[in-house]
Nanobody, 130 residues
Framework: QGQLVESGGGSVQAGGSLRLSCAASGLTYSNYYMAWFRQAPEKEREWVGCISTGGASRYYADSVKGRFTISRNNAKNTVSLQMNSLKPEDTAIYYC???????????????????????WGQGTQVTISS
């Protein structure tokens, strides 16, 4: 059974930056598509972005495009989310997720569905103050 553990959350002022990391264990990491989701209080879980198995392709939600960057290191079994120009509306618990398959392919529509992902981390809190 694979395990994902997020780290790097915290509290910063609007306009600041944070870098989240997610460490994977118990799975053949380089075979997995990785994604970040977030969930604000009393809201549904929202897709943030995803990255292909080799890291060459990435997709982002419109709300974070140009501010957030996903990267992965298959040698270290990690995926990161660099968040710049943070806004109060970015406040949420951030989760990383792993999927062995993308149906029908590595597309935004597949990335954005929570049901695509079969392994989830426990989440890390990000709080942005105005």
């Amino acid at each position: 059974q694979g395990q994902l553990v997020e780290s790097g959350g915290g509290s910063v002022q609007a306009g600041g930056s944070l870098r989240l990391s997610c460490a994977a264990s118990g799975l053949t990491y380089s075979n997995y598509y990785m994604a970040w989701f977030r969930q604000a209080p009393e809201k549904e879980r929202e897709w943030v972005g995803c990255i292909s198995t080799g890291g060459a392709s990435r997709y982002y939600a419109d709300s974070v495009k140009g501010r957030f960057t996903i990267s992965r290191n298959n040698a270290k079994n990690t995926v990161s989310l660099q968040m710049n120009s943070l806004k109060p509306e970015d406040t949420a618990i951030y989760y990383c997720a792993a999927a062995l398959r993308m149906r029908p392919a590595f597309l935004i529509s597949a990335c954005a569905e929570t049901s695509t992902f079969d392994t989830w981390g426990q989440g890390t809190q990000v709080t942005i103050s105005s």
